[in-house]
C-alpha cells in the first residue's frame, strides 16, 4: 500500500499537486501539517497537505515525486479557516495558492533551492525534540504499591495520570509538558530505570501547551444607561446570528460598546476578532484594547515583523490568545471557535486589499465567517459605508443607534468658505512663482484665536510633498515621471521631483529644459502648508504627520508624543490625522482644500468627503467644548456640505442611492475591474477588445466598458480598465465564465499581458 500526499503549494497554481509519501515518513503526514516538497528541478517549498490517500496498488506514474520531509506533527490550519481561503478564492478569482502566500506567515512557508539541504526547510521554531513519556507495557500493580515509599516518583507518576492522554492501553505526555506539573526530572529517571514509563525522543511542534480556560481579567468601563440600551440590543440581534451595524456619532461608546460585547465572547471559551483600520495601529485604539485586556490580547497586521507574526499565528492555533486584534490579513487566522467578529470603522478603504491578489475585502469576509465559523458580526462606523447601510435597508443587517456623546459635548460647528472668493497672494516664494491659493482670512483668524485659548489646531490637506507640479512659464512644459504617465511632485526639503507612483526621484529644473525659462510651481502640498503656517504664526510650534514624515519612524514617534501631550499647537497633515490618533487639545479643525477629495474621479468620491469630513470634525469634540471645522472648496453650491453641517448621514445616504441608481453602481449592482497591462500599447489594446468581446458573448453582464484610467502608465506598464457590471444574484456563475475567459485570453498573448480581477472593487 502506498500513500499518496495533494498538497497546497504558495505558488500561482490553480490545482493541487501530488506527492508519495516513501516509507521512512509513513503514518507521520497530518493533513493541515506541512510537508517539504521539491517543484521543478531545483526548487524546494513547505505545502500544506490538503488530503491524504493510501491506494492498495502503486501509481504507475513515475511523474510523482515523493515528499523531502514531514515538516509538522500537528495541523498549522484549521477546518473553517481554510474554508475561508477557499471562499477567498472563488470570489475574488484568485488561486488558493495566492491566498496561502497571503495568510500564511512567511516564516511558516520557507521555500529555497533544492542543494541547500532539506533541515533548512524546517522552521526551527516550529518543532523542537522532546520526549514522549508513556505508562510502560509491563506496569503491574506491585510497581504502583511501592510508589508510597518515594513521595516524589509517587507526585511524578499521578501527574501523568492525571494530564497524559491516552493511547491505545497507555498513558502518554511530553515530557517537557510533565515537568511543568510538579514532576520533579530525577523522579522522572528513576520509574524509568524501574521499569515504569518507557521514553523516546520524539519531534513536537513547539508552544504545545495544554488548553486551559484563561483568565480573562478585563478593565472595562461601566456602560452608561444609554450605552447599556444600545449594547443589550446589539446582543440580542447578534443572539438572532443577525449581522449588527452600531450607528454612532463619534465619542458616544461604541468601542466601549464592543469591548464588552468581545468580554462576553472570551468570558464564554470563545474567540474573538476585533478588526481595525491600517493606520489605527499607532494609535491608542490598540492601547486601549490592550489595556482593557491585559492578558489575553495578541494583535496581528503586516506591518509585524516575521517573528511576531509567526509566534502570534502560533499562540493562536494553540488557543493562548483569545482576542485578536488586527488589520485586514488578520482574517485568515487559525481560528476554531470564533464568537464575534468586531468590524471598527466598517466604512474605512483599507479593508479592502488593493495592491496585491487576492483583492477581498475584510469586511465581507466577516460576514462570510458568519457562515463559515458561526460567529456574529458586529459592524461599527459613526459614517457607515453605502453598502451596509443599503443591506440595514433590505432587511439583511439590524441597526442599533446612538445620538449622544459620553462626554455630552455638542456637535461641532461647521464653516464652508469659498475658496473662489481668496484672495491670490504670496505671488513669489523662494524664486520661484506661486499662484496658488491658500487659506482664507476666516481660517486664519480662526487658528489664531484656537492658539490663544491654548488649543490644538488640525490642518488638513491630503497632498504630500511642498507643490503639486512644476511647469514652464513659457513653453508649458511639465517634468513628468519616465516610467508613468503622471507629473512630478515638488518636494521641497528635499530639493527632489517625486513620482508618487513609482518612487522615482530627479532633482528639481530651475529652468526650462526645452527653452530655459523659469518654472513655476503649481498647487500646494502639506509641505508648503507647514511652512506658510510658519510664516503666518512665527511663534508656535507646527507638527507635519504625513507619509513623508511616517517614513522617518523615530522623528515621527517623537512628534507624535509632542502632539498628543498637547505641545504642537499647529498640526498638518494628509489624511492620516483625520482618523486614529486622538488629539486631546484639538478643538479647531481645518481643511484647506476639500476638493482635491471631492474631484476625485471615482463614483464614491462625495461619500468619502462625507466620511472623511465628518471623522475629522469628531476629531474636535474629544473636549466638552464645542469644536469648530472650517471647510474651503470651490463649490460650496454643492448639497454635500449642507448635509455634512448638519450631520445628516440619512439625506447624503438617500442622495448617494438615488444617484448610484440612475448610474447603476453598488451596491444596486457588483461591479468588477479587470485591469489589463502590457509595456506594449498595441497589444494591450487589442487583447482589452478581445476580453471585452468574449465577456459579452459568455457572460451575462448589464454593462461592460472599456477605458483608459487617470494614470494610463505606471511603471513602464500601459494600462487599460475594463469595468463589468453584473446583476447582484447569479453572480457566481458569472465568475467562472469570466474567469476562463480571461485565462484563454492571457494564453493566446503568451503571458504579455498582465490581467487582474478585481470583485467589488
Ligand atoms: P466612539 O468609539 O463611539 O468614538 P469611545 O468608545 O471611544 O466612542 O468613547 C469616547 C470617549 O468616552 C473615550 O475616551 C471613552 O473612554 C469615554 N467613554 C465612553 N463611554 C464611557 C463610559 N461608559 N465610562 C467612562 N468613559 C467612557
Ligand atoms: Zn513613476
Redesign the pocket.
Known sequence: MTTYVNVLLPLYLDKLLIYRVPDQWQGQVVEGGRVAVSVGKRKVYSAIVMSIKNIEEDFPDTRIKDIIEVIDLKPIVTVPQIRLWQWISDYYISTMGEVMKNFLPTALRISGELEDGITHYRHKESVISDVRLSTSDSLRDENIQTLSRSPKQKEAFLSLLKFGELKGENIEIWKSELLKHDAGSTALRELVKRGMLSQKEELRPRNYQVKEKIDISANL????DI?KVASESVSSFLGEKKPVLLH??????????YLHQVKTAVDNGFQALILVPELAFSTQLSK?ILSAFPSDVATYTSQDSALKRFSTYQKILNGEVKIIVGTRVAVGLPFDNLAIVVVDEEHDLSYKQSDKRPYFSARDCALVMQNIYGSSTLL?S?TPSIESFYNVEMGKYAIVK?DK???EAPDPKIKIIDRRHIALKDKQVYGYRFDTRYFSKYMLTEIGKCMERGDQTLILHNRRGFASYMECSNCGYIPKCTQCNVSLTYHKQSMMLECHYCGERRKVLDLCPKCRANMVLHGIGSENVEEKLDKYFPLASIARLDGDAMRRKKDFADTLSAVEKGEKKLVVGTQIITKGFDFPKATLACVVNVDNILNFPNFRSEERTYQIMTQFA?RTS?NVAQGEMIIQTSQPENPLFLQIRNNDYLSMYRHEIEARTVFNYPPICKMIQITVKCVDSELLSSASQDIVTSLNSGVKMISCSLESPLIDKIRGFYIENITVKLLKIGFLPAKESMAKIIQQIVKKYKNKVIVSVNVDC
Not at 468601563?221 to 452608561?224: A, C, H, I, Y
Open positions: 468601563k461601566v456602560l452608561t450605552q454612532g456619532i463619534s465619542g458616544s461608546g461604541k468601542t466601549e460598546i486601549r461599527v459613526a446612538i456623546r459620553y462626554n469628531g474629544r
